[in-house]
């Protein structure tokens, strides 16, 4: 049976709110995800959490029930607590029911296996947690295998990231690398690597993609780096019509994946 | 010349923060946009700050110095302030070096010629500021006319939204109304309107898109009411390949807006 828990000095709630700290996270291997519809994800995923937290009102609720057995069943701490502790804890006004702690899966480029999909995104330098899970979202949606953060990036498991990917943060893998090691590990495989730039002719709706495709995705305000572009297999563009000259880094890592995806589709007509 | 204020208790920098609310914009009918880049991209738009605040390094940029002559010139209220007073105003730790109040354009239906672009993007009930602003950024370089705002909407003119935009909010035609009266007013005209939804097996690949082609995306949680599917010319679905339903709704607007585009060019070749 769970503890029911009141105090915020309790060591689960304090250990619990720590983990909206990186450094936190990162000493500990564990990261927060909020709410029964990310939880309920990870669980389809076959991820259950290793601490959880929850209001009465959620554990009155069938599928969240469900899943807190499950986790206290594999050895979960978990504590019911009042409704504003959870709200506390989440920071949140509006506080979801469920608040779990998940062990963080290995982020090294061995995560990655480049034939388990045709299509790998890889983002440099992002600062915007909310772009790296909703590109993690997208990848998911795309059929994507994952996400190769390079360079020094936001966290991809922070509180921001994993709520923008919607539960996606389970399913795609995730890797974190410098250019310096990414570089030779792609060329240790097979792999076309695709970066959009302002400094080509290329229409990204002419060139061809070939598989596995690795579509590299500049920093939020500087684009991609000289040297990053010139070590590409290809190099598109996406034509601005307007007065802009770039795309936000989620909506260009979109509209770039669901491109290459449509046009593996259409040679197949 | 501009005027030299250091307190805190100024009227004009009063006037600046209260537009960080909701309340005061639209009672002034004036908005804020931070930073150089996007003041600069103002006035490349014929548009100028009728207030301007900025820290004497603002006003060393050239570019800066000269919108601040020509907003001066033009009848602003322009005041330099300390650095740390301009980071009190702006509300953030990296203060921008230029704050600027703008006046509010019409936002009727009656903004809207739908004659001026083939696209357009009508979003219901969008909850977050920054997914309107990624919406308008991406509208200004896809060449969308701009954006219809549906029923109870975050403010298109709050701080977060008029940052995502990067400049659109200038560039981009904006327009708020209830359903009851958008509909009506779309159908008095030509326009084609494209919902996308689950409840349909046409692939947003196999689609016609006739111009004006009018976007219609649904809410960040609820997707689109079942009456407003009903309504639509034209349902499709963007196939998802993982466990999600669905996409950001910013990132569906983007690869919907861009396929419809490329479906355009890609007939006349």
Known sequence: MPRQVTAFSNDTVKRLRSLRDKKARREEGLFLAEGLRIIAEARDSGR??????????????????EIIAAAEAAGADAIEVPPELLGKMSGKDNPQMLLGAFRQRE???SAIDRAASPLWIVAQALRDPGNI???????????????????ESADPFSVEAVRASMGAIFTQAVATAR??????????GPGQLVGTSL???????????????????GNES???????????DLLVKIPMAGRADSLN???AAAVMAFHVRAS??????
Chains 1, 2 share one sequence.
Not at 134 to 150: E, F, H, Q, S, Y
Not at 264 to 269: C, S
């Open 48 to 65: 259950l959490p290793e601490i959880l937290a929850f209001s009465a009102q959620g554990a009155a609720h069938p599928l969240a029930a």
């Open 249 to 251: 880094a989620a909506v």
């Open 222 to 232: 500087q684009g991609l780096p000289a040297d990053y572009e010139a070590a590409c």
């Open 133 to 151: 899970g909703t590109i993690l979202r997208t990848g998911d949606a795309v059929g994507a295998g994952g996400l190769i953060l390079l360079d």
């Open 199 to 217: 400094k080509t002719d290329t229409d990204y709706l002419d060139a061809e993609y070939s598989q596995p495709c690795f579509l590299l995705i």
């Open 179 to 188: 250019w310096e090691e990414f570089l030779p590990w792609l060329r240790a």
């Open 107 to 109: 982020t090294g480029l």
């Open 264 to 269: 593996w589709n259409e040679a197949r007509r």
